[in-house]
C-alpha cells in the first residue's frame, strides 16, 4: 500500500465516529432503503405497491369480512384501490395516542396482523405492507368507510399533513386507498394494465367468491356512442378447480373432471386441485396465504410424497407394474400434472433466496395426510381415471428410462475445462462466470457477424441451426437427443439431476452470468425466440427465476439521409427521425428495415446491440409462474384459435413483416 493510500485510510478510520451512525426514525429507512421491503424500484417494485394495498384487503376476505375489491388506475396514473372490508379502525391507540389509522399508515410492524384474534392466516406477514406504499407515495388519501361514519387522512411521502378527521357520513363499510407513487424513488410510475389483471386473476382463483375488479381509466372504450373505461372482472365460484382448468386449457386432458381436495381437519387447512394432461412436463403452482411459494417448500414436499406413496400402492395393488423391468420413481408420477395447492398457515416461516419457501416442519406431515386420504378415495371411487393416470405414469417411467443415456451423454460433455465444448461455440476469453456472457444467435450467417463484432475477452457467441425443437409437445429422451439442445446445456456448463431431484437443474458450473437471445426482428426470430424461452421457462426454470436470462433488442430501422443516419427500434421513433431529418432539405430520406442480423455489419451490430455502453437488454423475470405456464402451454400448444387471439391482442406491430 502507497504512502498517499495509508494517509487515506487514516483520515476515514478518523472521520468514522460516533456521529457517522445514523438512526433512520418512522419510515425514512423505507425511502432510504426501498429495495430491502419491495424487492426494487423498477416496475416489479411499482406494481408490488398495488399488491401490498389489495393484500390488505384480501386478508379481511380471507377472515369473512370481504367480499369485493376494486381496483383502478386513474388518468393521472395513480391507484386506488376500494374494498367492503370491516375499514382500518380510527379510534385513538393507547400506546401511540393518535388514531389507529395514522399508526397502520405510518409505523412499520403495526397492523391486526399479529393479532390471531383479528386474523388467523394474512397474506401480510410483516405490518409493513401499506406503510411501505405509503412511504414510497408522492401522496396517499385514505378514506374508511366504519360504523356509518367516513373518516379520512392524507400523507405526503409517509407524513401526515392532518389528523385524521371526520369527513362525513357514509353507507356500508370498508376501506378506500388512492396513492401516487413518488417519481423521484421509482425509475418509472406508469402501471401496466396486464401485470396487475395477472395478480387480481390468480388471487380470485385462491379466493373464490370475491369479486375483483381492475379499471384502467387512460384507456376508453368505444362502444356505440357511449363509451366507457377498460374495465375486466375477475371472479370464480370454484377456486382451484377453475385454475387448474385455466392452467390446461391449451392441453388434451387424461381425465374428465380435476381431482378437487379441500382437507380441514387439522391447524392446516389445505385445498389442492390437480389434473392429469397429455404433455410431459409437470406444473405444480403452490401458495401459502396467497404468496405464490416459487422456491417450494415443506408444503410442496409433502404433496409430493403424499401423491407418490398413494398412487405407487394403487398400482401395485391393481397389477399393472408387475411386468416392468426398472422401477418408478416420484418424477414419473408428477409428468403430465397440473396442481394448484393453497395452504393456510397461521405462523409461516419463510426461506429461501427469495422468502418464497415454506419452513414449517409440521406442514409436510398436514399436507401428506391431507393427500393420501382424500386422493385414495378418489381412486377407489373412479376407477376408470385411476387407470389413465396409472398407465401415464408407466408411459413417463419408460420415457424416463430411454432419456437416461441421452442425458448422461449431456453431462459427460459438459465440463468445465472448455474440451467437449460445442464446436460452433466461439468462447470467450474470461473464466469468471460473473463478467462472462453469451449470446445464442439465430443462424450461422448471424453468429458469424456476431463473431466477427464481439468483445472476444467476455462475450461468447453460440450460433443454433434454425428453430430448436418445440419442447412443449416433446418426450424427455428426444429433447436430450436434439443436437442444438444439447449444445446449450453443454456450452452454459449446466445439466440435470441434483441429489435430491432428479429433474432438478444443476447450476453450479454455470459459465455465464448473462446469457442472451439474440434473433432477427421479424416473424420468424420471434417465434425462435419463443422457442429458446419455452425451453428455458420447461428445463431450465431457475435460470429464469435468478435474472440470468435477457432478451436482445436489435434495431428495427436505420433513418439516414447524407452522412446524418439514426438507428431506430420502434416506428414511433423512426417517424420522428424522418421528420427530423427532412425538415427543410430537399435531400430525400432513406429508410432502411432490418429483417435480419446478418443485413447488419459486425460494427453495427456491435454499436446498436451488443455493447454493454449502449445496447438495451431486455431481462427476462417471471411474476407468475403459473401464468407464464398458461402462456408457453398456449403459445407452442395445438390449439390455433386461443394463440391467433393472444397475437392479436399483444402483438405491438401487426405489420412487423409488412
Same mark, same amino acid.
Given at each position: ?429 474470461? +473464466? !469468471?462466470? &460473473? /463478467?462472462? @456472457? ?6 450461422? %450467417? ?6 466477427? =463484432? ?119 421513433? +423512426? !417517424?420522428? &427521425? /424522418?421528420? @427530423? ?6 435531400? %430525400? ?6 429483417? =435480419? ?62
Amino acid at each position: 500500500m502507497t504512502t498517499e493510500e495509508l494517509r487515506k485510510r487514516s483520515k476515514e478510520q478518523e472521520e468514522y465516529s460516533a456521529d457517522s451512525i445514523q438512526v433512520l426514525e418512522g419510515l425514512e429507512a423505507v425511502r432510504k432503503r426501498p429495495a430491502m421491503y419491495i424487492g426494487d424500484v423498477g416496475v416489479r417494485g411499482l406494481h408490488h405497491l398495488v399488491y401490498e394495498v389489495v393484500d390488505n384487503s384480501i386478508d379481511e376476505a380471507m377472515a369473512g369480512f370481504c367480499t369485493r375489491i376494486d381496483v383502478t388506475i386513474n388518468e393521472d396514473n395513480s391507484i386506488t384501490v376500494v374494498d367492503n372490508g370491516r375499514g382500518i379502525p380510527v379510534e385513538m391507540h393507547e400506546k401511540e395516542q393518535r388514531s389507529a389509522l395514522e399508526v397502520v399508515m405510518t409505523v412499520l410492524h403495526a397492523g391486526g396482523k399479529f393479532d390471531k384474534d383479528t386474523y388467523k392466516v394474512s397474506g401480510g406477514l410483516h405490518g409493513v405492507g401499506v406503510s411501505c406504499v405509503n412511504a414510497l407515495s408522492s401522496r396517499l388519501t385514505v378514506d374508511v368507510l366504519r360504523q356509518g361514519k367516513r373518516w379520512t387522512q392524507t400523507y405526503e411521502r409517509g407524513k401526515p399533513l392532518a389528523p385524521v378527521s371526520l369527513a362525513g357520513d357514509s353507507e356500508g363499510s370498508g376501506t378506500v386507498t388512492t396513492f401516487m407513487p413518488d417519481n423521484t424513488i421509482f425509475q418509472t410510475t406508469e402501471f401496466k394494465f396486464e401485470i396487475l389483471a395477472v395478480r387480481l386473476r390468480e388471487l380470485a382463483f385462491l379466493n373464490k367468491n370475491v369479486l375483483l375488479t381492475l379499471t384502467d381509466k387512460r384507456e376508453v372504450t368505444e362502444n356505440g356512442s357511449d363509451s366507457h373505461p377498460v374495465t375486466e372482472n375477475f371472479y370464480s365460484e370454484r377456486g382451484l378447480i377453475e385454475f387448474v382448468e385455466y392452467l390446461d386449457a391449451n392441453r388434451e386432458r387424461l381425465t374428465d373432471k380435476v381431482i378437487y381436495i379441500d382437507y380441514d381437519k387439522g391447524d392446516t387447512p389445505v385445498e389442492l386441485a390437480l389434473q392429469y394432461n397429455t404433455s410431459f412436463s409437470e406444473n405444480v403452482h403452490s401458495y401459502v396465504n396467497n404468496i405464490n411459494t416459487i422456491e417450494g417448500g415443506t408444503h410442496l414436499a409433502g404433496f409430493r410424497r403424499g401423491l407418490t406413496r398413494t398412487l405407487k400402492k394403487y398400482a401395485e395393488d391393481s397389477g399393472m407394474t408387475t411386468k416392468l423391468k426398472f422401477d418408478i420413481n416420484g418424477d414419473d408420477f408428477r409428468e403430465g400434472l397440473t396442481s394448484v395447492m393453497s395452504v393456510k398457515v397461521a405462523e409461516p416461516q419463510f426461506e429461501g433466496q427469495t422468502k418464497t419457501k415454506l419452513g414449517n416442519s409440521e406442514v409436510m406431515g398436514a399436507v401428506d395426510i391431507a393427500v393420501s386420504t382424500a386422493l385414495t378415495n378418489y381412486l377407489e371411487e373412479n376407477p376408470k381415471d385411476a387407470r389413465a393416470i396409472v398407465q401415464k405414469v408407466i408411459l413417463a417411467a419408460t420415457a424416463r428410462h430411454a432419456a437416461r443415456k441421452a442425458r448422461e451423454l449431456v453431462q459427460r460433455k459438459n465440463v468445465l475445462s472448455g474440451s467437449g465444448l460445442p464446436g460452433k461455440l466461439a468462447d470467450c476469453a474470461d +473464466r !469468471d462466470p &460473473a /463478467v462472462s @456472457e453469451i449470446f445464442i444467435v439465430e443462424g450461422d %450467417s448471424a453468429g458469424g457477424t456476431a463473431k466477427q =463484432g464481439r468483445d472476444r475477452r467476455f462475450q461468447a457467441i453460440l450460433p443454433l441451426r434454425g428453430k430448436i425443437l418445440n419442447v412443449e409437445k416433446a418426450m424427455q429422451h428426444r429433447i436430450f437427443d436434439n443436437e442444438e439442445i444439447k449444445n446449450i446445456f453443454t456450452a452454459l456448463g449446466v445439466n440435470i439431476g441434483t441429489a435430491d431431484d432428479s429433474k432438478a437443474l444443476n447450476i453450479t458450473g454455470l459459465r455465464y452470468a448473462k446469457v442472451i437471445i439474440m434473433t432477427d426482428a421479424d416473424v420468424d426470430g420471434s417465434h425462435i425466440t419463443t422457442l429458446i424461452m419455452t425451453f428455458f421457462f420447461r428445463y431450465m426454470y431457475e435460470l429464469v427465476q435468478n435474472g440470468n436470462i435477457y432478451i436482445a433488442t436489435p434495431p428495427l430501422y436505420l433513418v439516414h439521409k447524407g452522412k446524418s443516419e439514426k438507428y431506430c427500434w420502434t416506428e414511433e421513433e +423512426r !417517424d420522428a &427521425a /424522418v421528420q @427530423e431529418m427532412g425538415q427543410g432539405k430537399e435531400s %430525400s430520406v432513406t429508410i432502411q428495415r432490418y429483417k =435480419g442480423l446478418g443485413e447488419m455489419n459486425a460494427e453495427q451490430l456491435w454499436s446498436t446491440t451488443m455493447n454493454p455502453e449502449t445496447r438495451t437488454l431486455r431481462q427476462v423475470t417471471i411474476d407468475s409462474a403459473a401464468e407464464a405456464d398458461h402462456i408457453f402451454s398456449m403459445l407452442m400448444g395445438d390449439e390455433v384459435p386461443p394463440r391467433r387471439e393472444f397475437i392479436e391482442k399483444h402483438a405491438k406491430y401487426a405489420n412487423i413483416d409488412a
